[in-house]
């Protein structure tokens, strides 16, 4: 079955330009995640979506980083006036289930890899 | 959620079992063991997960120590396309709200498969 998807795969950005990433979690699943991912470094938690409601957003770095999902589905990052700083690997993930005694298995996506000039 | 602690590189022979190990001496009673792996270029993909028993699937087996404080990730046979960075981590599972469902991971261990 199809997996998690996003768009673009790779994005090229003046400094100070926004910049959106899309992602496409697994129809039916219910949280979604986003993480960044620094090179040579392992990918760090940004934001984490429960259907429409964004439960936690304390990993966003700055009030630049805003992520939506307003129909429970995709969801889209937005980076705002982006900086040098802000290249990276961005990776979403998506969950079946918000609750498991066994936990969630997170299915991850490509990323989108984002370079600001 | 607890820290682990991973060697950053191992290298394998093609054909033979690569063990992964992780130390994780802080973990809690109700923190489980989830093992991913990220392939070059690609997003990180789920192994194998465990409390305290020891488990098994088609990708790998996982080894927890009776004190639950280390585990090891066994790859029976160790392909070339099995090289990737492997993270070993430890976080409660079942929570619904916060960030108990994120996960952090470290730096990992760079599995190299060799012929």
Redo the contacts between chains.
């Keep these: 079955g199809a997996g998690v998807s996003q768009s673009p795969r790779y994005k090229v950005a003046k400094r100070g330009q926004d910049v959106a990433l899309r992602c496409d979690p697994i129809s039916g699943h219910v949280s979604l995640f986003w993480y960044q991912q620094a090179l040579g470094q392992g990918p760090e938690f940004l934001t984490y979506f429960q259907n429409e409601a964004q439960l936690d957003k304390s990993g966003l770095p700055s009030d630049r980083f805003f992520a939506e999902r307003p129909e429970g589905s995709v969801s889209t990052l937005k980076i705002q006036r982006t900086q040098q700083e802000d290249s990276a690997v961005y990776l979403c993930a998506s969950s079946l289930e918000t609750f498991s005694a066994k936990g969630e298995t997170q299915y991850f996506g490509p990323g989108t890899r984002l370079l600001v000039l | 959620d607890a820290k682990t602690t991973q060697p950053t590189s191992m290298d394998c022979a093609e054909g033979r079992a690569a063990n992964l190990p992780c130390n994780h001496s802080t973990i809690s009673g109700n923190e489980?063991v989830?093992w991913y792996r990220q392939i070059h270029?690609?997003?990180?993909?789920?192994i194998i997960?465990g409390?305290k028993n020891n488990e098994t699937n088609e990708m790998a087996s996982l080894i927890i120590t009776e004190d639950r404080k280390s585990s090891t990730l066994i790859l029976p046979h160790a392909t070339l396309r099995d090289t990737a960075?492997y993270?070993c981590i430890v976080?409660v599972?079942?929570?619904?709200?916060?960030?108990g469902?994120?996960?952090?991971?470290?730096?990992?261990t760079q599995l190299k498969v060799e012929l």
């Design positions: 489980y989830y270029s690609q997003g990180p993909q789920y997960h409390l960075v993270y976080r599972a079942g929570m619904v709200t916060g960030g469902n994120k996960l952090t991971f470290g730096t990992g």
